[in-house]
């Protein structure tokens, strides 16, 4: 490289460090400000409450629309076409069902996590230890796509082929989310969110606009170019690319379908989110907000993702990340003029913050609720037994933030080469097979009890992390986490069409099998207040 390009390629290291310093330093002043309310575990776990819609709505977004989103989606549009398209189309249709059958409901039934609503019939110490359980897992496999997004985008920026710039990213992210929750709990976490939704989205819209100019807003030229750079011809933009080859191929993308459109309903981080406005009626009007702004930025994605194709070439986009995760930074290097131009250097710098400061709030809000999930459901109501005060209970849930971010770095960076949508299609298909059965059988079903709740809980986390641990996202695919060995059994990547009615199932049959009668005076009175919102924390 001469002189010049060495320049260049130092200039937007420097410009994108400083960005990421700007950004992580007033993530910390939040954090600092919000830590002087954190005095009772309702303003650590819920921010008092004091939440309107549309804030609330911003902050959804901004915990929904994350690294898997930004770049993850982009990068397998790019790479895939039409089915890498499925993603956004997913993620956006999933709120429907969070907007028909969980908002409002979760909302009147819980005070701060999903075991509130799931232990409000039944025996606590069974349901919490379970609910307490799938919300961890379900956040660690989150968690690990965040900081997996992190780490590959900072080594893009860096040009560390050795891969020790995404080791130092992962465990840095890993020691800031613990920070932001620690001290600044659900108050400064949903004002970060809240940041960076405005952060993001504005990205997005300019990446569009910009991709859109290069192909004078005709979306015919741009699919085009799309194809014909991606080396697949009219394949790129049909059906079966990724998905088609074969039975298998296609019973892994009805599996992903499933799994992203009932998975966002059981994921903790947005269920608690729910917990931080007034009233039931702000809770649906977040939805509808978020809603609103989600699927904005999903239309958008689907632009970026083919403009990668169209700009970049496949080719280029596999050479720098084989997953496609930096496909959207290589893209804002481009219509900024090229590499090590000017306008390249500040675009990437800019888009790579963006990137980051989604990555930071995310991973803030997934560690809050499963820290809060251990602290309230495990700590408190099983194994103190509800014989403990308030102080005990928040340092439970800084002590556990520091375990759980402990746990999320050691993970993830045994996962640097998977693409991060696929890992949080994962999540979404834990949070499916795992939450969501016992969710909708405590709201809608009379006759359901501790004993189904259990077998929902435990049947549906088992059976997805053993199809998980013995499919070929582990051993035996194109790139297994354990190399060298294939013990897989299992042909597809995504579980959801095989564990989510294992789920169902288990609720069911363990309610039938139990003697145990269900509650019910206690359901008549979870009817009353799900519908009504009377006694509602």
Same mark, same amino acid.
């Given at each position: 490289?001469?002189?010049?390009?060495?320049?260049?390629?130092?200039?937007?290291?420097?410009?994108?460090?400083?960005?990421?310093?700007?950004?992580?330093?007033?993530?910390?002043?939040?954090?600092?400000?919000?830590?002087?309310?954190?005095?009772?575990?309702?303003?650590?776990?819920?921010?008092?409450?004091?939440?309107?819609?549309?804030?609330?709505?911003?902050?959804?977004?901004?915990?929904?629309?994350?690294?898997?989103?930004?770049?993850?989606?982009?990068?397998?549009?790019?790479?895939?076409?039409?089915?890498?398209?499925?993603?956004?189309?997913?993620?956006?249709?999933?709120?429907?069902?969070?907007?028909?059958?969980?908002?409002?409901?979760?909302?009147?039934?819980?005070?701060?996590?999903?075991?509130?609503?799931?232990?409000?019939?039944?025996?606590?110490?069974?349901?919490?230890?379970?609910? &307490?359980?799938?919300?961890?897992?379900?956040?660690? /496999?989150?968690? =690990?796509?965040?900081?997996?997004?992190?780490?590959?985008?900072?080594?893009?920026?860096?040009?560390?082929?050795?891969?020790?710039?995404?080791?130092?990213?992962?465990? &840095?992210? *890993?020691?800031?989310?613990?920070?932001?929750?620690?001290?600044?709990?659900?108050?400064?976490?949903?004002?970060?969110?809240?940041?960076?939704?405005?952060?993001?989205? &504005?990205?997005?819209?300019?990446?569009? =606009?910009?991709?859109?100019?290069? /192909?004078? /807003?005709?979306?015919?030229?741009?699919?085009?170019?799309?194809?014909?750079?991606?080396?697949?011809?009219?394949?790129?933009?049909?059906?079966?690319?990724?998905?088609?080859?074969?039975?298998?191929?296609?019973?892994?993308?009805?599996?992903?379908?499933?799994?992203?459109?009932?998975?966002?309903?059981?994921?903790?981080?947005?269920?608690?989110?729910?917990?931080?406005?007034?009233?039931?009626?702000?809770?649906?009007?977040?939805?509808?907000?978020?809603?609103?702004?989600?699927?904005?930025?999903?239309?958008?994605? =689907?632009?970026?993702?083919?403009g990668a194709a169209a700009v970049l070439g496949s080719d280029k986009i596999r050479k720098s990340n084989a997953a496609g995760n930096t496909a959207l930074p290589l893209l804002a290097e481009e219509l900024g003029g090229g590499p090590n131009t000017f306008g390249g250097v500040v675009l990437l710098a800019v888009i790579a913050a963006v990137a980051f400061a989604t990555i930071?709030?995310?991973?803030?809000?997934?560690?809050?609720?499963?820290?809060?999930?251990?602290?309230?459901?495990?700590?408190?109501?099983?194994?103190?037994?509800?014989?403990?005060?308030?102080?005990?209970?928040?340092?439970?849930?800084?002590?556990?933030?520091?375990?759980?971010?402990?746990?999320?770095?050691?993970?993830?960076?045994?996962?640097?080469?998977?693409?991060?949508?696929?890992?949080?299609?994962?999540?979404?298909?834990?949070?499916?097979?795992?939450?969501?059965?016992?969710?909708?059988?405590?709201?809608?079903?009379?006759?359901?009890?501790?004993?189904?709740?259990?077998?929902?809980?435990?049947?549906?986390?088992?059976?997805?992390?053993?199809?998980?641990?013995?499919?070929?996202?582990?051993?035996?695919?194109?790139?297994?986490?354990?190399?060298?060995?294939?013990?897989?059994?299992?042909?597809?990547?995504?579980?959801?069409?095989?564990?989510?009615?294992?789920?169902?199932?288990?609720?069911?049959?363990?309610?039938?099998?139990?003697?145990?009668?269900?509650?019910?005076?206690?359901?008549?009175?979870?009817?009353?207040?799900?519908?009504? *919102?009377?006694?509602?924390?």
């Open positions: 490289m001469n002189p010049a390009n060495l320049a260049a390629a130092g200039g937007h290291r420097g410009l994108t460090g400083l960005l990421f310093v700007v950004f992580v330093l007033i993530t910390l002043g939040i954090t600092v400000w919000a830590s002087r309310n954190n005095r009772t575990t309702n303003d650590f776990y819920a921010g008092g409450r004091e939440f309107s819609a549309s804030q609330n709505g911003l902050a959804i977004a901004g915990d929904y629309m994350s690294a898997a989103s930004f770049l993850g989606i982009a990068g397998l549009i790019a790479l895939f076409g039409y089915d890498g398209f499925l993603y956004s189309i997913g993620f956006l249709v999933a709120w429907l069902v969070v907007l028909m059958l969980v908002a409002e409901l979760v909302r009147n039934c819980g005070r701060f996590t999903m075991a509130d609503v799931v232990a409000f019939r039944m025996s606590r110490k069974p349901v919490r230890t379970a609910a &307490g359980a799938a919300t961890i897992v379900v956040s660690i /496999f989150y968690l =690990i796509a965040q900081m997996v997004g992190a780490g590959t985008l900072v080594a893009l920026l860096l040009g560390d082929t050795g891969g020790s710039a995404q080791t130092w990213t992962i465990v &840095g992210v *890993g020691a800031l989310m613990v920070v932001y929750v620690t001290f600044g709990g659900m108050k400064g976490t949903t004002w970060i969110q809240i940041v960076k939704a405005v952060l993001l989205l &504005g990205g997005a819209i300019l990446m569009t =606009i910009l991709v859109l100019l290069r /192909f004078h /807003f005709d979306l015919d030229e741009l699919l085009d170019t799309a194809a014909h750079t991606s080396g697949h011809g009219q394949e790129f933009l049909e059906p079966g690319l990724k998905y088609g080859k074969n039975l298998t191929s296609r019973l892994d993308f009805v599996s992903l379908a499933i799994a992203l459109v009932l998975g966002t309903a059981g994921l903790p981080h947005i269920l608690v989110r729910f917990y931080t406005v007034p009233t039931a009626r702000a809770a649906r009007h977040s939805v509808m907000w978020a809603i609103a702004l989600i699927g904005t930025f999903y239309l958008l994605t =689907i632009v970026l993702g083919f930071l709030a995310v991973v803030a809000g997934l560690t809050l609720a499963s820290s809060a999930s251990f602290a309230h459901d495990l700590y408190t109501n099983v194994i103190r037994k509800e014989a403990t005060d308030e102080k005990s209970e928040l340092r439970a849930a800084r002590l556990s933030a520091i375990v759980i971010g402990g746990i999320a770095i050691g993970l993830s960076l045994s996962a640097q080469k998977l693409n991060v949508a696929f890992l949080v299609a994962l999540a979404f298909a834990v949070a499916a097979s795992a939450n969501l059965p016992t969710l909708l059988y405590t709201l809608f079903w009379r006759r359901f009890n501790t004993n189904g709740t259990v077998w929902a809980i435990y049947g549906g986390l088992g059976s997805a992390l053993v199809l998980v641990l013995f499919s070929p996202v582990v051993s035996g695919g194109k790139t297994p986490l354990v190399t060298g060995i294939d013990f897989h059994w299992f042909p597809l990547e995504n579980p959801g069409i095989v564990s989510i009615p294992i789920g169902f199932l288990c609720g069911w049959i363990g309610t039938l099998r139990s003697d145990e009668e269900a509650d019910a005076a206690k359901y008549a009175e979870m009817e009353v207040r799900s519908l009504t *919102g009377a006694g509602a924390y």
